[in-house]
């Protein structure tokens, strides 16, 4: 009996990686959908979009070694601290240790040739397959046959001929091959990493400048409220009640939870070192950001400390 092609996939669950799932689908190879999870970004998109389309998926959490790469980037930062090129290199060098790890027989992407100028030109396609240490096993089914034919078309795993040649920015292309594909769904391209955002960027900044080594509960953090840095204690104030809850929920052992007896507002959570140092702080600022008790003194708003 021969010897089924298994092929593993990097998916975002947008358009082009479906398709290239699809592509290799249609000749016959077992495909298997990886999508990764970090501090920065989930699984969510993907996670739907695999169940919609019949996609068999798995999720990788490499959110350590992304945060490593994501301090200090090889090839630098984008618009603002998005390390795409090492982040995209990282994704494929970790799916190419699975693969040498469970016997697939190949990586692919939904990659095509000049759609971003920086990250998938030719120059950059080249680059990170060497880098990844995949030469002649990483495909592009999408834009494959622009570019050069790999091991795994030349061993006959894949037919060339029924690989795609798409390239640039317009998605017209991939529009009309989802409707003769039968994909209904797929989330529009672009969001969902929070690097691309400037001003979590800035919270990201100040949370490496003032502390050594970070938890995830950390990263989590970054995402609620409004944050402030006293000393070594950092003060992070819920904007509403489901900040407010949030912060309780992420809240770990030494932090410190404060909360007014006598007025509804805010919730303030201190944390790292020095805490005590943070508390006062913590206090006026709760009495700023709350509409019943910034008029009064803080030193005369009761609280209770968790």
């Not at 689908?25 to 993907?46: C, G, P, R, T």
């Not at 994704?91 to 240790?97: F, N």
């Not at 592009?140 to 061993?155: C, D, I, M, N, Q």
Request: charged share 35%; glycine share 8%.
């Amino acid at each position: 009996m021969k010897k089924k092609i298994r092929a593993l996939v990097l998916f975002s669950g947008g358009l082009d990686s479906t398709l290239a799932v699809k592509v290799l689908e249609k000749q016959n190879i077992e495909v298997e959908a990886l999508s990764f999870v970090s501090y920065f970004f989930d699984d969510s998109k993907a996670k739907l979009s695999a169940e919609k389309n019949g996609i068999k998926m798995r999720s990788v959490d490499f959110s350590k070694v992304h945060s490593e790469v994501v301090k200090k980037p090889k090839r630098g930062y984008g618009s603002a601290m998005n390390p795409c090129i090492d982040c995209h290199l990282l994704m494929i060098r970790e799916a190419g240790k699975i693969m040498k790890k469970e016997g697939f027989d190949f990586v692919a992407t939904g990659e095509i040739l000049g759609q971003r100028p920086m990250s998938q030109n030719l120059k950059a396609l080249k680059l990170i397959e060497r880098k990844a240490d995949l030469e002649g096993r990483l495909l592009r089914p999408l834009s494959a046959r622009l570019l050069e034919e790999t091991e795994v078309e030349k061993r006959g795993l894949v037919d060339r001929e029924k690989l795609l040649d798409i390239s640039g920015r317009s998605r017209k292309r991939q529009f009309e091959l989802a409707k003769e594909s039968g994909i209904e769904y797929y989330p529009t391209p672009g969001g969902g990493c929070l690097l691309t955002e400037e001003g979590f960027g800035e919270k990201l900044k100040d949370l490496w400048k003032n502390t050594v080594v970070q938890k995830a509960s950390d990263y989590a953090l970054l995402q609620i409220g409004r944050t402030f840095w006293k000393g070594g204690a950092r003060i992070i104030v819920g904007k509403n009640k489901e900040e407010n809850e949030k912060l309780e929920a992420i809240r770990e052992k030494g932090d410190i939870l404060i909360k007014m007896k006598d007025f509804m507002g805010p919730t303030a959570l201190v944390s790292g070192s020095n805490r005590n140092e943070g508390i006062e702080e913590a206090k006026k600022l709760i009495a700023r950001y709350s509409r019943h008790a910034k008029e009064l003194d803080y030193k005369k708003i009761d609280s209770v400390m968790y």
